[in-house]
């Protein structure tokens, strides 16, 4: 995961609020907003070519493909998948969703800081 800020628990709205003023991607465990890293080379091709093909495959269709500066909300928690699949009407705001039928998320190596 992230780090995360001073461990003051913050609600849906307000991090939303927060959330749309930032330059950068937090998500929102438990009320709790973390910090994300930045991704590898390897991590955004690899993002980058799931979403092609799954562009590419879904055309023609109701579903829709977005990646990875798309929240989805699960309960009161909030993610950035780093590629997602929707299909017909799912929530209306459009910062995030709350229905996808696929999410992919691509995984690294853990290593150790030291």
Do not use: W
């Amino acid at each position: 995961m992230g780090l995360a800020y001073a461990q003051i628990r913050v609600g849906a709205e307000a991090y939303l609020q927060k959330e749309s003023r930032s330059d950068s991607k937090h998500p929102l465990i438990d009320g709790v907003i973390y910090a994300l890293a930045g991704a590898s080379e390897n991590h955004n091709l690899l993002a980058g070519n799931v979403f092609g093909e799954l562009r590419n495959l879904l055309r023609g269709t109701s579903c829709r493909t977005v990646m990875a500066d798309m929240k989805v909300k699960v309960g009161d928690d909030f993610y950035y998948p780093d590629v997602m699949v929707v299909c017909g009407q799912d929530h209306e705001d459009e910062y995030y969703k709350t229905a996808p039928v696929i999410i992919v998320e691509v995984l690294a190596k853990a290593l150790p800081i030291f």
